[in-house]
C-alpha cells in the first residue's frame, strides 16, 4: 500500500503574512500595513529561546491565527486512545459553515502527523494554520489523560493558561469557558495600553508553542516534524475512547504544579484525580464547580436552517418574536447574538408569579432611613442603555407572563419620535431617534436610542400550549420581525449532541439518542396517545451527558473501554421515562411505560 503524500507545515505557518482574527493588529509589516507586528519582544521569548537576552524574535503567523481560532471557541469535539498518542477533533471553520475532522498521531517522537487536512488544486494536502490548532489540542489532551501531569515544568500549557487569564482580565469577559466574541478578541490584540499585559501573553505564548512543535524539548539540537496528509493519519477504529470537553480548552485550571526554579508557577489542577491523593476532595469539588458553569454558560449551539433568519432578525432594527416547540434554542440563541452583536443582555424569564411592578424594582430602606429603589431588570436594562451601551432585552417565555405584562411591554416596545418626546418636555439623548421611553414613576424616565437597543421576546404558542392569547392584532403589530422556528431535523440533533457530549458526530451513543427519540415521536403518533411530554433536545442532551459520565466511571473503575449499553438504560429509567409516560388512573399507564422501554432497550443492544 503507498503511503500517502505528507507536506511540512512549519513553512505555511511561517508563511501567512496576517493573523486575521486579529483584524490588522498581526502581521508581517509592509508598506499597505506598517502598524502591523510580527516581534516577540526579549522579555516574553521562551525559556528555551537562543535570542533570549540577546535580541528580539518574531511570531508566525499562522500560530497567531491558530490561538486566536481556539479563544474564538472553533474546536467543536476532542478524542483520543488512553495516551493521547493518536486522537481526533472536529474544527469549525471561521470563513464558512465547514466542519474540519482532523486526525493526529504522535506515536514517533521526532514527528507529528496530522490527518484530514483539505487538498490543493495539485491535489496534494495543503498545510494551513490548523495544523498549529491541532498540535496544541494534542499537547492538551495528552496532559488531560495524564492527570495533569506532563513532568518538567510545562511552558506550553503554562503560557497558554497565562494566555487564558490575560484576556480573561479584560472587561465583560465572557463566562468561564469561553469562548469570547470575535470582536472581543480582535479589540484586545490592539496596541493599546489596556491590552499590555494580552499582547504579551500572546507574544510569549507563540514563542513557545513554536518551539514546542519545532524541538524535541529540553534540548533546541534535535528537530522535529511537523507533517499534515489528506488522508486520515490513523485507523477509522482509532481516537475514540477518551472523549474530552473542548471547553475546558479555555479554562485556566485551579491548582498549582512545580516549575523550574526560574519560572513563576502558573495554576494547574488535576482534572483525574485519585479519591486518596492529598487535597483531592477539595480539588475536585473545584473542579466540579467549573464544570457546573461551563454547563450553564456556554451552551452548544449548532447553526441550523433557522439560524440565518434569526441573526438577520437581530441584525435589523425593531422587535423580534421567536417562536417554537421547547428545546429548538430560542434563548440560547438570543444570548449568543447579544453577546456576539451587542454589550450583553438583561433577561426576564416570565412566570404567573411575576408582576408588572417586578419588572422596575422594589423599594428599600437605607441605613440612614431614606427610601430608594433597588433596579429590576427593566431599570438595569434601561440605565445600561443610558450609560452608552447596546443591550438586549429578552422577555424569556412571555406567554407564561401574568396577564398585566403584555400592556406594560407594548409601550416599552413602542417607539417615538424626538418631536413627540419634546413635546411632552422628555429630555433627549443625543442620539438621533426615534426612541423606546421607559418610565419608572417615582424614579426615572428613560428614552433610550433604538439603534442601542434590541428587544426579544421567545415563546411556546403551540396548540398544546396553555398560557397567555397573545393573538391580539395591536399586540402583534409591535413585532417587527415574528419568526415560527422548526423541531431540530436528525442531522442538526446529531451536531448538537455532538458538541455537547464532546463525542465524533458518528458515534453509535447519538445515534441511539436521535433513534430513541424519534420512535417515541413515532409511537406517539401511530398508538394516538397523548404522552405526558416530548423527548426534547434538552432530555437528550441531559441523557445523553449522564451516559456518558457513568460509562467513563465504570471504565476508571475497571479499566475497560467505555461500555455505554448499561447507563443508557438505567438513566432513561431515572431521569425521563415517567415524566414521558402517558397516566392512568393515579399512577402511570403500564402499556405506555412498556412501550418506551422497549425503545430504548432496542436501542441500547447497538451499544
Not at 438595569?380 to 443591550?391: I, P
Amino acid at each position: 500500500m503507498t503511503p500517502p503524500e505528507r507536506r511540512d507545515a512549519f513553512g505555511p505557518l511561517w508563511g501567512k503574512a496576517e493573523a486575521t482574527l486579529s483584524q490588522g493588529a498581526y502581521g508581517r509589516p509592509s508598506v499597505h500595513s506598517p502598524h502591523r507586528t510580527n516581534i516577540v519582544h526579549q522579555r516574553n521569548l521562551s525559556r528555551h529561546s537562543s535570542y533570549r537576552g540577546v535580541k528580539d524574535g518574531t511570531m508566525a503567523m499562522g500560530i497567531v491565527e491558530a490561538l486566536l481560532a481556539l479563544l474564538v471557541g472553533t474546536v467543536r469535539t476532542v478524542s483520543c486512545e488512553s495516551d493521547a498518542l493518536l486522537g481526533r477533533l472536529s474544527v469549525a471553520s471561521l470563513s464558512s459553515a465547514t466542519t474540519y475532522q482532523f486526525t493526529w498521531d504522535a506515536r514517533d517522537p521526532g514527528a507529528l502527523i496530522l490527518g484530514g487536512f483539505p487538498a490543493d488544486e495539485a491535489g496534494k494536502p495543503r498545510p494551513t494554520y490548523h495544523s498549529a490548532l491541532c498540535a496544541l489540542v494534542q499537547h492538551w489532551a495528552a496532559w488531560q489523560v495524564c492527570s495533569g501531569a506532563l513532568g518538567g515544568g510545562d511552558e506550553a500549557l503554562e503560557r497558554w493558561w497565562g494566555l487564558l487569564r490575560a484576556l480573561g482580565s479584560l472587561p465583560f469577559p465572557p463566562p468561564a469557558g469561553g469562548p469570547w466574541p470575535r470582536v472581543l478578541v480582535a479589540q484586545a490584540c490592539q496596541d493599546r495600553p489596556a491590552n499590555a499585559a494580552l499582547r504579551d501573553a500572546l507574544e510569549g505564548m507563540a514563542d513557545a508553542l513554536y518551539l514546542h512543535l519545532r524541538y524535541a524539548l529540553p534540548a533546541t539540537t534535535t528537530e522535529r516534524a511537523l507533517l499534515v496528509q489528506c488522508p486520515d493519519a490513523i485507523a477509522a477504529s482509532q481516537g475514540y475512547l477518551a472523549p474530552l470537553d473542548p471547553r475546558l480548552l479555555l479554562v485556566v485550571p485551579a491548582a498549582p504544579i512545580a516549575l523550574p526554579a526560574e519560572e513563576q508557577s502558573d495554576p494547574d489542577t488535576d482534572l483525574d484525580l485519585s479519591e486518596h491523593a492529598a487535597g483531592a476532595p477539595e480539588r475536585r469539588a473545584a473542579v466540579d464547580a467549573a464544570d457546573a458553569v461551563l454547563r450553564e454558560g456556554a451552551p452548544a449551539l449548532v447553526p441550523t436552517a433557522d439560524t440565518p433568519r434569526i441573526r438577520a432578525a437581530l441584525e435589523d432594527e425593531g422587535a423580534v418574536f421567536l417562536v417554537g416547540p421547547a428545546g429548538v434554542g430560542k434563548t440560547e440563541w438570543a444570548q449568543a447574538l447579544a453577546r456576539a452583536l451587542y454589550d450583553g443582555f438583561e433577561k426576564i424569564r416570565f412566570s404567573s408569579r411575576l408582576h408588572e411592578e417586578d419588572l422596575y424594582g422594589a423599594p428599600v430602606q437605607r441605613a440612614d432611613g431614606r427610601w430608594t429603589l433597588e433596579p429590576g431588570p427593566l431599570v438595569r436594562w434601561a440605565e445600561r442603555v443610558a450609560a452608552g451601551q447596546r443591550v438586549m432585552l429578552i422577555l424569556d417565555e412571555l406567554p407564561r407572563a401574568h396577564g398585566s405584562i403584555p400592556d406594560a411591554l407594548m409601550s416599552i416596545v413602542d417607539t417615538h419620535g424626538a418631536a413627540d418626546l419634546a413635546a411632552a418636555g422628555q429630555a433627549l439623548p443625543a442620539d438621533p431617534g426615534p426612541y423606546h421611553v421607559v418610565d419608572v414613576p417615582g424614579y426615572a424616565t428613560f428614552a433610550l436610542p433604538a439603534a442601542r437597543v434590541k428587544i426579544v421576546a421567545t415563546g411556546n404558542i403551540g396548540e398544546s400550549f396553555r398560557g397567555l392569547d397573545l393573538s391580539d392584532p395591536a399586540f402583534l403589530d409591535r413585532w417587527t420581525c415574528w419568526l415560527q422556528l422548526a423541531e431540530f431535523t436528525p442531522d442538526e440533533k446529531r451536531a448538537i449532541l455532538a458538541r455537547r457530549l464532546t463525542l465524533p458526530p458518528a458515534h453509535p451513543l447519538l445515534t441511539a439518542l436521535i433513534g430513541v427519540a424519534r420512535d417515541v415521536a413515532d409511537y406517539r403518533e401511530s398508538a394516538a396517545r397523548a404522552l405526558g411530554a416530548a423527548v426534547t433536545m434538552r432530555t437528550l442532551i441531559r441523557w445523553g451527558t449522564a451516559v456518558t459520565r457513568r460509562a467513563a466511571d465504570t471504565a476508571a473503575a475497571t479499566g475497560r473501554p467505555c461500555a455505554y449499553g448499561p447507563p443508557f438504560h438505567t438513566v432513561a429509567q431515572g431521569q425521563w421515562l415517567d415524566k414521558v409516560c402517558a397516566r392512568k388512573g393515579d399512577g402511570l399507564d403500564p402499556d405506555v411505560y412498556a412501550a418506551l422501554l422497549r425503545i430504548v432497550s432496542d436501542h441500547a443492544r447497538h451499544l
